[in-house]
């Protein structure tokens, strides 16, 4: 059907009134959606999003009271924040996308008491929201979901998905999935089936229409939006902390608080590790068993007991290069802040960071020091640099041992560039291995 303008501008209107009610009501939802651009699109059939827009059918808002409404934004903007769309890799289309509605729903729902009403759409029903073992989605990721919907039976095109007592309908089908045109028509496996619908099953043994469309999804830049969605997720969590510093009147969702917690925490003790490599490496120091007052560290350095002695020269350089997220590069700047803090003031050195060049390594002794040290970069990656600035720059003082955080993707220069300082990599992932020097590996 065609629009007026003067319709158009009642939607917009709308939306526009819809993002502040969230702001006044649930404002970390409504921060988020402040970054959101809306637009009107019939072919969509529903509601969608890229990362970047909100997509709605004029028929479909029609349909939709302000309650109504006010899920199906939180909803999009929720795909956005926990980065759904970046996150298929080489999953099944359709069972993945169920999988990412579960957990949306059921998170939106824990946000109102469990009411039911929350995320049900007169039109559609109940919306999906218990995982194929009956416990409620928010407890799960969407990865872990579909790990159960593929056991459970769902695994392409005519196959069936359990989510809780109901199964649900993600392949290709007449009356399931709104026949093969449509699954045809959509290559990232919408799981609305636009205009068509899907009848799924809704965790209760009852069944709804899954309206969400996912086409759009991949769209848009993955590395880019990764990046954008992590900083206005931190930015929203700041913003909320702020407002209400004891979150007494709930205003930072259950999930956010727990996402918040792991992009902060380091996982992984590297203690022992460290420990191995200094002793091993670098005859100068003497490191004793990890000191008892900091058992419950989540660094990887030992504690270093004699307080006659300090851990001194040690430069730690990050990689900032555009293979690294924001996530990335936080988790490494953790471990740093982790390593002072474990050493009780003791371990003094240097930070720097570099991509295809290097940024001046900065001196810390302290966590004041070293948050005055701030990230940058952001091009290709080239590990010889920074054994080159070491060599020009560091020759009457050189580093007792570089420690380097990076995910390893680019070429290793040969071990003479090293000049016999002892070098740790450190790798946020298993598929780089280093061929030379002491290689440890960070959780990300």
């Known amino acids: 059907m065609e629009v007026s303008e003067e319709k158009k501008r009642g939607y917009v209107k709308r939306l526009l009134l819809a993002r502040m009610r969230l702001l006044t009501k649930q404002g970390f939802f409504g921060v988020l959606m402040m970054h959101m651009k809306f637009a009107l699109d019939e072919n969509c059939g529903t509601a969608a999003t890229d990362g970047v827009r909100m997509y709605f059918c004029p028929e479909f808002l029609d349909e939709l009271d302000d309650r109504e409404l006010d899920f199906v934004m939180t909803h999009e903007v929720m795909h956005c924040v926990l ?8 999953r099944d289309h359709g069972v993945f996308n169920v999988a990412c509605d579960i957990v ?12 039911i ?8 029903g109940p919306s999906m929201h218990v995982a194929p073992n009956g416990e409620e989605g928010y407890k799960f990721t969407a990865e872990q979901v579909y790990d159960m919907l593929i056991k459970r039976g769902g695994g392409g095109r005519g196959q069936r998905a359990a989510s809780g007592s109901g199964a649900e309908s993600v392949g290709e089908g007449d009356e399931a999935s709104g026949g093969r045109d449509n699954a045809k028509n959509d290559k990232n496996g919408s799981t609305s ?8 099953g809704n965790g209760r043994g009852g069944s709804d229409r899954q309206w969400d469309d996912h ?4 769209t848009v830049d993955d590395a880019a939006l990764e990046d954008v969605w992590v900083k206005r997720f931190r930015d929203a969590c700041e913003a909320i902390s702020v407002r209400d510093p004891s979150n007494r009147n709930g205003m930072l969702p259950l999930f956010a608080r727990r996402l918040l917690k792991e992009l902060k925490s380091p996982k992984t003790d590297w203690r022992s590790v460290l420990s191995d490599f200094v002793q091993e490496e670098i005859n100068d120091y ?7 007052r900091f058992a419950e560290s989540p660094f990887f350095l030992p504690a270093f007991n004699d307080r006659d002695e300090y851990a001194e020269d040690i430069l730690f350089m990050i990689d900032t290069s ?3 997220s924001d996530d990335m590069v936080t988790t490494a700047y953790s471990e740093v802040k982790g390593a002072i803090d474990c050493f009780d003031g003791k371990l003094k050195g240097w930070l720097g960071f570099f991509d295809a060049a290097v940024s001046e390594p900065q001196p810390f002794s302290d966590v004041g020091e070293l948050k005055g040290i701030k990230p940058v970069g952001g091009g290709g990656t080239d ?12 020759a009457d003082k050189p580093p007792a041992c570089i420690i380097m955080l990076t995910d390893g993707y680019a070429p290793f220069p040969p071990e003479s560039a090293a000049n016999g300082v002892p070098v740790l990599w450190l790798i946020n992932n298993e598929g780089v291995n280093p061929p030379w020097g002491k290689t440890a590996r960070i959780e990300d």
Request: aromatic fraction near 10%; include cysteine; charged fraction near 30%.
């Open 286 to 292: 003497s490191f004793a068993p990890p000191d008892a």
């Open 104 to 115: 949306v729903n059921s998170n939106i729902m824990l946000e109102h008491g469990m009411d």
């Open 117 to 124: 009403k929350s995320i049900t759409l007169k039109k559609y």
């Open 383 to 394: 590990f010889g640099v920074v054994f080159e600035y070491v060599k020009r720059r560091m």
């Open 215 to 218: 086409s759009r999804w991949g």
């Open 322 to 324: 555009g293979s690294m």
């Open 83 to 90: 980065r759904h769309c970046l996150r298929k890799e080489d």
């Open 193 to 200: 089936g636009g205009k068509s619908g899907r009848r799924v």
